[in-house]
Each structure stands twice: as C-alpha cells, then as structure tokens.
C-alpha cells in the first residue's frame, strides 16, 4: 500500500489524491452577484447538504493552488450574503462545464453558458432556470480554512426556498431519483451520472471558450441540438477560418453529401454526430458551412 504524509508531497498533488479518493461529489452550481448588481455563475464540488433544520447546505469556493488567488463566487458570498444553489443534471452538464471556465470579472456566465436568468423570490441572485432543483438561500457565515493556495473557504448557506421542476417529482410528490438524473464529479476529467456510469467532460480552464452567447441564433435556437450540444459549441477558442472549412468539406465526403442536402436538420444531426465524438471542430466546420 501506498502511504503519504500529505505535508511531504505538493498542494497539486495533494488535492488530485483528495478529489480521486472522494467521489463522487455533488454539484453546487452557485448563483451569486457582486456589489454592483453583476451576476455570476460557476460550479463547485465541495458541496453537501449538513442539516435539514435548519436547511444548511455547505460549499467551499477553495483558493486557486496556482496563483493564491480567490474565485468571484467567494468575493460576492462576503459582500452580499445571498446565494442560489442550481442543482446539475445530465442535460446541463456541458453547460455548467463552460460556466466553470474563468472568465474576467462583470462576465456574465449565464449569457456565456446560455442559460436563463430567472428572478428569485426572496434573495437577490437569479436561479438557473434549465436546473431541475434551486435552492434560494441566505449566507449565515464564511469560514476561511486557510491563506495559502488550495485552502478552502467554507460557505454555510441557509436555504430560505426551495424549488422543484415538477417533471422530476414521483406520485406523492417528492424527488424521483431516476427522474431527476444528477450528475456528480470525481478525480479528473470523470463525472458521473446516476445509474448509468461514469464519462468524461474535458476541462475548460485552460482557455476561454467564445460562449453559447456568440453562437448565431439560427444554430443556437436548433430544434436538435441540446443544451449539452451547444456547451461543447460554446467551448471553443475561435469559430474555424474559410479555408478550413473548404479542407473539411474536400476531405469529409459525408459532411459534403449532408450539406448538398440543404437540409438544416440532417446537418445538425450530423453536426451532432462529430459532438457525440467530442470533435466539435468538425461540427463547427459543417454548421458554419451551411451559412
């Protein structure tokens, strides 16, 4: 067996053992606003829920290992004292992927991850209206772990309301654990999905992907392509040059055939194919063909 004082190895080290060893973890996809009224969105996995009366439900914003630096989230959970916790499901995990991405300050993640602001009732911060559970809730305190980078910051958040799509509640009216089909991270790229196993969804954060935002309305508005699909869109640098997509199409004779079609369905479902086999370039390609 391998045994490891965790004072002898390094805080990156340290923290992939930590997230490989405890999973799967669940989702807090925390809505928070600054000062100035700005929204922000961004997923976290220490998260749990501590009590259910009070409802207390803890999530740590944990100090970025390379640099010291604090997350946006930690900032606003201080100075406001209000945050909505969004609850992930499989439909929305490449979404909440993108919206982990770390985009400069007063960037509104919603708009890049294309999800919809809808007004809370009882705290400032909005709800994500694409997930199936939000928890509007009132912070009763911050509790710092640590200065150093990895140290986390605890989060103790009352839940004040609480909501629920009704397309995952069962006959009497509470959560139907199939319906509600979470997804949940581990070490790594590795998340899970209840009852169906564990799949990968690469990391955003070493590059700043255009947004569901800059993605035109006419793919965007797709009557096939998903909220997943559209995240793996929206987490591309750049959008392909001209003369590579003359390349795709002189080298990919199914792209070419689908796209003689003209038929804006069957190029989405094929662009849809290339997104299924996380080759969102070769979507790009084809999709912006068709313009």
Same mark, same amino acid.
């Given at each position: 067996?391998?045994?490891? $004082? ?6 990156? #080290? ?5 997230? &490989?060893?405890? &999973? ?9 606003? $600054?000062?100035?009224?700005? !929204?922000? +969105?961004? *997923? ?16 740590? *914003?944990?100090?970025? &290992? ?33 919206a982990s991405t770390e985009y400069a300050e007063g960037v509104n993640e919603f708009e890049k991850a294309g999800f919809t602001m809808l007004k809370s009732d009882l705290v400032k911060p909005f709800r994500v209206a694409e997930s199936p559970v939000q928890f509007e809730c009132k912070i009763k305190d911050v509790i710092e772990l640590g200065a150093e980078g990895g140290a986390g910051n605890l989060v103790i958040c009352e839940v004040v309301k609480m909501h629920f799509d009704e397309a995952i509640l069962d006959a009497e009216g509470f959560i139907d654990q199939h319906k509600i089909d979470q ?18 969804? !690469? #990391?955003? +954060?070493?590059?700043? &992907?255009? @947004?569901?935002?800059?993605?035109? !309305? ?12 559209? @995240?793996?869109? @929206?987490?591309?640098?750049?959008? !392909? +040059? ?19 079609? @003209? ?26 063909? #068709?313009?």
């Amino acid at each position: 067996m391998l045994s490891i $004082d965790p004072n002898e190895i390094s805080t990156g #080290k340290r923290h992939q053992y930590l997230l &490989g060893a405890v &999973g799967p973890r669940p989702i807090a996809f925390a809505s928070t606003i $600054d000062e100035n009224g700005r !929204p922000n +969105l961004s *997923p976290f996995s220490f998260f749990n829920v501590f009590s259910a009366n009070p409802p207390i439900l803890v999530f740590s *914003p944990a100090r970025r &290992g390379r640099d010291n630096t604090v997350k946006h989230t930690y900032l606003n959970a201080k100075a406001t004292k209000e945050v909505v916790i969004n609850i992930v499901d499989y439909k929305i995990v490449q979404q909440m992927s993108l919206a982990s991405t770390e985009y400069a300050e007063g960037v509104n993640e919603f708009e890049k991850a294309g999800f919809t602001m809808l007004k809370s009732d009882l705290v400032k911060p909005f709800r994500v209206a694409e997930s199936p559970v939000q928890f509007e809730c009132k912070i009763k305190d911050v509790i710092e772990l640590g200065a150093e980078g990895g140290a986390g910051n605890l989060v103790i958040c009352e839940v004040v309301k609480m909501h629920f799509d009704e397309a995952i509640l069962d006959a009497e009216g509470f959560i139907d654990q199939h319906k509600i089909d979470q997804v949940a991270r581990m070490g790594g790229n590795w998340y899970t999905r209840a009852n169906m196993g564990m799949f990968e969804v !690469p #990391k955003p +954060l070493s590059k700043l &992907g255009i @947004g569901v935002d800059q993605i035109p !309305p006419e793919i965007r508005t797709s009557k096939v392509l998903t909220g997943n699909d559209l @995240g793996k869109l @929206g987490n591309v640098e750049n959008f !392909p +040059l001209e003369e590579e997509i003359k390349e795709f199409l002189n080298e990919d004779l199914e792209a070419a055939e689908v796209l003689k079609s @003209g038929d804006s369905e069957k190029i989405h479902l094929q662009a849809q194919l290339y997104l299924e086999k996380d080759e969102p370039a070769k979507a790009w390609k084809l999709l912006l063909a #068709k313009k």
